[in-house]
């Protein structure tokens, strides 16, 4: 039989205030097994580490796909029935993620990098010129629209658009079972949908060089995705790989705000910066959770899953087992190893790992050598982050330049 919890775990992704700050909130699942409790449902929330990634990897038992229910189906009935590849198990996610993983390989990422330095350099001009740093608006929110529009051939006019639309979608993660999305959700996603279903007609009457166009062009080849998985991956395209790498920016910078001797060791030694990169998404993990749900009745350290538990996954949890990394709650560059679960583990190990990693480590060191005076404007100020809890992110970042 596994330890026991003695100490009641709060877990209430909707309550702002747990949103702030859940780490507290996370010490009672270290060293446990998965916790049980009803909120709306009945749940486990797993926090332990050697738990939390072996659940990762484990997609013989564990299903990415949840189980049918009202809250599920308003969600199907407004963003669509097509699999995703997040959301598959094999054999779907199988042929999902071969057909998908053309956007990330090797040397499109390589072929993107001068962009991504291109694109960061005017967005530090411009904050050069105005004379203050809003990180948050000035460059994590704007950047990764910038890159992933460039990688879907979306025009420069249309990026404020996008990223407006692509922020209201995200609000879906702010409403709660039994309360009915808001029609800002339901017209932002469904305005990104009409947007796709247009330009990828364009593609196919104009091909360029883009993924879109490359994903049109393989629309003859035997399993390729259909029209409907088509426009579902590149919505979602641009969703993750916008929300994600927004956040380990964010979240990074406001590390290193927090650690002014991190920050300075950064400056003087920027060829720490991958190490940098790997502890911001330890430290403060842009997805902090993920679901997965038990094909079968489960036990795991004497705690039974019945088969359908919606099973959170607390990665961030997870990133700060002391079992599995000393002096868990302090940020330090230098460490290693550094074998966080941020990008997940196992068949879903996120596909745009690479690029989020170049983003940061070009946004984050061009931003620092740009501004070596760095320090948040007010260290005091309590912080306001936006609506989701499982993708973590801050509403704005108030830095000074020297």
Not at 7 to 29: M, S
Not at 145 to 163: C, H, R, S
Not at 248 to 273: D, F, H, S, T, V
Request: glycine residues 6%; contains cysteine; negative net charge.
């Amino acid at each position: 039989m596994g330890a026991e919890h003695t100490v009641p775990v709060y877990f209430n992704p909707w309550d702002e205030a747990y949103r702030a700050n859940p780490y507290p909130h996370y010490k009672p699942l270290y060293g446990k097994p998965p916790y049980l409790l009803n909120l709306f449902i009945p749940m486990a929330l797993v926090g332990r580490y050697r738990d939390a990634a072996g659940i990762l990897r484990d997609h013989e038992r564990f299903s990415s796909v949840p189980p049918m229910s009202p809250f599920i189906q308003e969600r199907l009935d407004v963003f669509g029935t097509a699999p995703r590849v997040v959301f598959s198990d094999p054999p779907v996610h199988t042929r999902l993620r071969r057909l998908v993983s053309r956007a990330f390989t090797p040397k499109r990422i390589r072929d993107l990098e001068p962009r991504i330095y291109e694109f960061t350099k005017i967005l530090l001009d411009r904050v050069a010129e105005k004379g203050s740093f809003e990180v948050m608006g000035d460059l994590a929110n704007v950047l990764p629209v910038m890159v992933i529009a460039e990688i879907l051939g979306v025009p420069p006019e249309d990026y404020l658009t996008f990223k407006q639309w692509s922020d209201r979608v995200i609000e879906s993660d702010n409403t709660p079972p039994g309360t009915p999305l808001p029609d800002t959700v339901k017209n932002a996603f469904r305005s990104l949908r009409e947007y796709f279903i247009s330009e990828i007609e364009k593609r196919r009457r104009a091909p360029g060089q883009d993924l879109v166009s490359a994903l049109v062009a393989s629309r003859d080849e035997a399993e390729a995705l259909t029209e409907e998985e088509l426009i579902t991956f590149v919505v979602l395209l641009l969703l993750a790989g916008n929300e994600t790498t927004t956040n380990l920016i964010g979240n990074g910078m406001l590390a290193l705000g927090g650690y002014p001797e991190q920050m300075e060791k950064l400056i003087r030694e920027p060829q720490l910066m991958p190490r940098a990169i790997e502890e911001m998404l330890r430290y403060d993990c842009p997805v902090q959770s993920t679901a997965r749900y038990p094909k079968i009745d489960v036990i795991i350290d004497g705690v039974q899953l019945k088969a359908n538990t919606v099973t959170f996954v607390m990665v961030a949890a997870a990133n700060r087992d002391p079992e599995r990394f000393p002096n868990p709650d302090t940020f330090d560059i230098t460490r290693e190893p550094n074998e966080h679960l941020a990008f997940g583990e196992g068949i879903h190990y996120c596909l745009g790992a690479p690029l989020a990693r170049m983003e940061g480590a070009i946004a984050i060191g061009a931003a620092l050598a740009r501004f070596p005076g760095l320090h948040l404007l007010n260290p005091e100020q309590r912080l306001a982050y936006k609506g989701s809890y499982f993708l973590r992110g801050l509403a704005e970042l108030p830095m000074a330049l020297d």
